[in-house]
């Protein structure tokens, strides 16, 4: 699924959908069979047993991806967060350097951020997603040229803080921006999601078959279920790919502010 996934990237914000649609269809295919069955046997048994492992290993399923999708989910949004601030103390510390060097810097630092900004927009491939951290790599060699260049030219009077202040931050900078682009495309192997679309469409399916043989519909409880589940499974992959299923203002938020103050 990731294969399938990292070349067709514009319909990571339909897999919700695509996995509620399964559970549906499921819960009902379910329940039309335990209805025929009821229909054509005279004593149908349900093995509450075997029903209740199945149920049980989708929830242990479903509580572990939904651990692991937090967890990426917190790790990026660290790294947005340190990326922000690092570029901030830099582009604060170019004031080390002599002015043509400071405007060089700024300058590659603004053209950074915006990049940053967009390297999730317009993306259909993980290709596309490659040629634009490639991109960011460029510009951060460029950048820790420019700086290890001008701290030599910097005035005498700010020499020594451009080399015991920028130059440290320069490295944490490299550091925090490189760690972002080998999380770029960081996700859970896919076997675990299609285990967790096999779990789900087979617990639909059982439950359909078991409401249907006990003669215990109730449709309440079953579309609750089915909105909750929607909503865990929207919830689960908005964490694991947010870039495509949450707001690029709320993801680039720090990126904007800083984008804002430098203008």
Known sequence: MNYFLGNHLGIVKYVPLIFFSSIL??????????????????HVVVRDSLATAIFGLSALVLGFTFSNAADHFDTRMRVIRDQANSAKQVYQSSSYLNPKDQAIVKDTLQQMITLRISVYEDIKTFDDLDGKLDAMGKLLNKLNKEINESIPRAPASTKDLANTVLRPQLTHLLDIYQEGILNAKHHPPAIIERFLFALLSIGALLSGYSMAVKKEEDWFLTALYLGLMGFALYVIFSLEFPHQLQSSEYINADFLRLQKAWQ
């Open 25 to 42: 269809t499921f819960l009902l295919i379910g329940w039309l069979y335990g209805r025929y069955r009821a229909r054509t046997s005279e």
